[in-house]
């Protein structure tokens, strides 16, 4: 035997009443009557007329009583119109505290949620938070020190952030449908949301894994849906719809409203269009001419619903889009608002009644887009009705409007506890400044509240149900930071070394408030430390106190006549771990440096490098050997001392040298270098150079041969 449902679509121009009667699962459209409201009733999907909107009820439900007996109890829908939409974002410095969980983002979601309800309050002094309800958000970005993210689970880092775009229903448009019901004799059976109506019938579970996004063009709004991920992840509204087209035809050819209503409705067919103006001047309008007036209006509807549909789809067009609702017959509207979205025709479609499944229909019911919501207000308030629950919250009754699956997050919500309330508060952090450079050290995070589901563990998704029990115990408040010099300063610090095979311990050398201190001096709010430390060779060898060390590494210089001459090949060569190495090179820990001392230069060597000739010096032959002649050309004086050429000199020094009046060589000079004696007794010789007799005062050359030669 099939059951009869009644259900109402109280829209904002008109009422639809229809008669449903369901038989395994499938539906036969009886009956549907449309009345159009007598006055302005109703105001953005919300009753604000109730004694009006109750006579147009109990006039359908009259009528269609007459025809299908007693009606005493019905569905009905909170238009989704009246949903209010809001972006929030919330962060959480998550510095030196544990990975983030899977509860931690729940909580943070939560707190985001709490901030776009409050958000919605600011906007009216006289609604607390208490009076919307949440039917729904979605994540729109996580970020991770200000970068996005895709998820913060296991994520570590300085400030996490979340923002969503939450949904609220004000919860005056439920009882303000009760009390026009009421004052119709009539009972609310079940209740359900515009959106999701029009989404059941349309879009059953299989289907909601598809990005898709339903559009429901109305009078006063187009009310939007969006499917993904195997649910519905968001509603929006835009204040746009027919009566924009209605207005423009109204504006352009100077009519009535209601005729320019007329008019709308019969864009449809390619007929030629007769109308009659505000002055009864009778005028006839090609179509295509109508509807080009048209254009610049319906484009902007188009933007008006791609834009938002967008929002809602964290700015990524959906798979396709389906359009119910009266408005969705406006002509050129499926194609404008595939170029906004960047779809192709064939992803954007007008759905009627015909496109539902299990659905049949009586022979004089026409198949229109506009009676999609009212079939679904039917089916979705019998199979998925909202309904009231009860439970407590730390003892305080809270009741609950069930539009999807309730977690004890949503309990919080309407109890107005605080998302900030699941964290303990941080400990005091302390403030020190460090070589001239601010930092904070944060105090000890606050444990997270201990949330109870009748007596067992639960987390903010956990799912309720009526009569259910909620404890949250407040987390415990994080210590205040302690630290003392060696928490602050990095422990690669202090660095043991080897210079020249002798250990050494280097360590920092610190002062706090300008006194002396330790790695254990435990540290105050707004302390001053200094430190100074090895970071490179130079730097350790200070601290080791081997500055001798440091100046043999530098390049090898002496001061000759006054003047500074560099010696680079004389230099002392520094290793570090046996490799060569400069000064300025990084230390490490357990680094080994020794000096490889370069060859020690003498005056002589300095000397040539300066272009100086120290001696002057010939050689020749005498008496058949070879002898070498020297005089002193320039005196070497090293600090003032006179030395030999043979004498080495040290980086630093100074030389002087200084020059020697010289005369040529004589003949005679030969015998103070040469061995050979005259003969005791001699007969008269000769003094011969080059085989040339010569005097003894006679000068000579390198390369001379000389010889005295005795008569026979």
């Given at each position: 035997?099939?059951?009869k ?23 036969h459209?009886a009956?549907i009557?449309v ?20 006579e ?10 007459q025809?299908?007996?007693p ?25 030196n505290?544990?990975i ?5 983002i ?7 949620v709490?901030?776009a ?12 938070s ?17 970068e ?17 775009i939450?949904?609220f229903?004000?919860r ?13 004799d ?22 909601r ?10 009078a006063?709004t187009?009310?939007?849906a ?23 035809l ?21 007929e030629p ?46 798979k396709?889009v389906m ?6 017959l ?6 404008l ?17 015909d496109a ?18 009212p079939?679904?207000?039917a ?11 009860s ?39 302390l ?11 944060p105090?000890?995070h606050g ?11 639960a ?7 009526s009569n ?20 602050i ?29 330790t ?14 430390m ?10 080791a ?6 100046q ?17 090949r004389?230099?002392?060569?520094l290793?570090?771990?046996?490799k060569?190495t ?5 230390i ?23 272009g100086i ?6 050689e ?55 061995d ?9 010789f ?13 000068l ?13």
């Amino acid at each position: 035997m099939a059951t009869k449902l009644f259900a109402l679509d109280i829209g904002t121009r008109s009422v639809v009443g229809i008669i449903l009667e369901e038989t395994n699962d499938t539906y036969h459209v009886a009956d549907i009557i449309v009345r159009e409201h007598k006055e302005r009733a109703m105001v953005d999907g919300q009753i604000h007329n109730v004694v009006y909107v109750a006579e147009l009820i109990a006039e359908i439900r009259k009528e269609l009583e007459q025809k299908h007996g007693p009606l005493t109890k019905v569905s009905v829908a909170a238009a989704g119109r009246s949903l209010k939409t809001e972006r929030a974002t919330v962060t959480l410095n998550i510095r030196n505290r544990a990975i983030f969980t899977e509860e931690d983002i729940n909580r943070l979601e939560l707190q985001a949620v709490q901030q776009a309800q409050q958000q919605l309050v600011q906007q009216r002094d006289d609604i607390a938070s208490s009076h919307y309800y949440c039917v729904g958000y979605s994540v729109l970005h996580y970020r991770l020190d200000n970068e996005a993210i895709g998820s913060l689970l296991d994520q570590q880092g300085e400030v996490a952030a979340v923002e969503v775009i939450a949904t609220f229903l004000p919860r005056v448009v439920v009882e303000s449908l009760i009390a026009a019901l009421k004052r119709a004799d009539l009972e609310m059976d079940a209740l359900t949301l515009e959106p999701i109506a029009a989404i059941n019938v349309l879009i059953p579970q299989t289907m909601r894994r598809l990005n898709v996004a339903l559009v429901d063009i109305g009078a006063g709004t187009s009310d939007i849906a969006i499917t993904d991920q195997n649910t519905v992840v968001a509603y929006g509204m835009v204040p746009t719809a027919g009566d924009e087209v209605t207005e423009a035809l109204s504006d352009t050819y100077l009519l009535d409203f209601p005729v320019a209503e007329r008019i709308k409705r019969t864009l449809g067919t390619d007929e030629p269009i007769i109308m009659q103006d505000i002055l009864g001047f009778d005028e006839t309008h090609a179509h295509a001419d109508v509807v080009h007036a048209i254009l610049p209006t319906v484009k902007q509807l188009a933007e008006a619903i791609g834009n938002e549909i967008l929002l809602l789809n964290n700015n990524v067009p959906p798979k396709a889009v389906m359009l119910v609702g009266g408005g969705s017959l406006t002509p050129h509207l499926p194609a404008l608002l595939g170029e906004v979205l960047a779809l192709p025709a064939n992803r954007i479609a007008v759905r009627g009644i015909d496109a539902i499944q299990n659905v049949t229909r009586e022979a004089h019911i026409t198949a229109t887009p506009e009676l999609v919501t009212p079939i679904g207000i039917a089916i979705a308030a019998k199979k998925m009705p909202i309904q009231y629950m009860s439970l407590k919250v730390n003892g305080q009754i809270v009741r609950l409007f069930e539009v999807k699956d309730m977690t004890v997050g949503d309990a919080m919500l309407a109890a107005n506890i605080r998302a900030k309330q699941l964290f303990g508060k941080p400990g005091q952090a302390l403030a020190i400044n460090v070589n001239g450079q601010d930092i904070f050290i944060p105090g000890e995070h606050g444990q997270p509240a201990t949330i109870l589901l009748n007596g067992e563990p639960a987390s903010t998704k956990t799912r309720i149900s009526s009569n259910d029990e909620i404890t949250i115990m407040d987390g415990k408040d994080g210590k205040t930071a302690s630290a003392a010099v060696k928490d602050i300063l990095d422990a690669t610090l202090t660095k043991t070394i080897t210079i020249e095979g002798q250990p050494f311990i280097l360590e920092p050398n610190i002062t706090v408030n300008n006194e002396p201190a330790t790695l254990q001096t435990r540290l105050k709010d707004r302390d001053k430390v200094s430190y100074m430390m090895a970071h490179t060779i130079e730097d350790a060898l200070t601290l080791a106190n081997k500055r001798t060390l440091i100046q043999q590494c530098t390049s090898f210089s002496v001061f000759v006549n006054n003047k500074p001459m560099h010696l680079p090949r004389f230099s002392a060569e520094l290793l570090i771990n046996d490799k060569p190495t400069k000064l300025s090179y990084p230390i490490k820990n357990g680094d080994s440096l020794r000096l490889q001392l370069g060859a020690s230069p003498t005056v002589q060597s300095i000397a040539s490098e300066a272009g100086i000739r120290l001696i002057e010096a010939i050689e020749v032959t005498f008496q058949g050997e070879a002898i070498t002649l020297e005089k002193i050309e320039n005196e070497a004086q090293l600090n003032g001392v006179a030395v030999k050429p043979t004498a080495t000199v040290t980086t630093g020094a100074s030389l002087q040298f200084i020059p020697r009046e010289t005369s040529p060589f004589i003949f005679q000079d030969v015998f103070r270098f040469s061995d050979w004696q005259l003969p005791t007794v001699a007969s008269s010789f000769k003094v011969l150079r080059n085989d040339s007799e010569v005097g003894f005062d006679s000068l000579i050359f390198g390369g001379d041969t000389l010889a005295i030669q005795f008569d026979e």
